[in-house]
């Protein structure tokens, strides 16, 4: 017994979009459950975050303008304390 061929032409366009639907879903739900997240991100964590660089996010979190609590010898923040801080205009540079 064989099993029928099924053929499904596609153009490149429809290809292309398909793909960047699905990459726009996931990238939805990662900042979706990042956005919710309440646990403590680290200063390299909050930079990927905030899209920022690590010695930015981490002389903020020292200064008290991103709101952050020591634990140890490490900064942690949340990620609503970093989106905040984006939405108050976060610096470009230190």
Same mark, same amino acid.
Do not use: F, Q
């Given at each position: 017994m064989t099993r029928p061929i099924v053929v499904i032409? /596609?153009?490149t366009d429809q290809i292309r979009d398909m793909i960047h639907s699905a990459?726009?879903?996931a990238l939805a739900l990662r900042r979706a459950e990042e956005a919710n997240d309440?646990? @403590?991100?680290?200063?390299?964590?909050?930079?990927?975050?905030a899209h920022k660089r690590r010695a930015l996010v981490a002389a903020a979190m020292g200064s008290g303008s991103l709101k952050a609590t020591r634990s140890g010898r490490a900064w /942690?923040?949340?990620a609503g304390s970093v $989106?905040?801080?984006?939405? $108050? @205009?976060?610096?470009?540079v230190a």
């Open positions: 032409t /596609l153009s990459v726009r879903e309440s646990t @403590g991100l680290s200063a390299s964590a909050a930079a990927k975050l /942690l923040t949340t $989106r905040d801080w984006i939405e $108050r @205009g976060a610096p470009e």
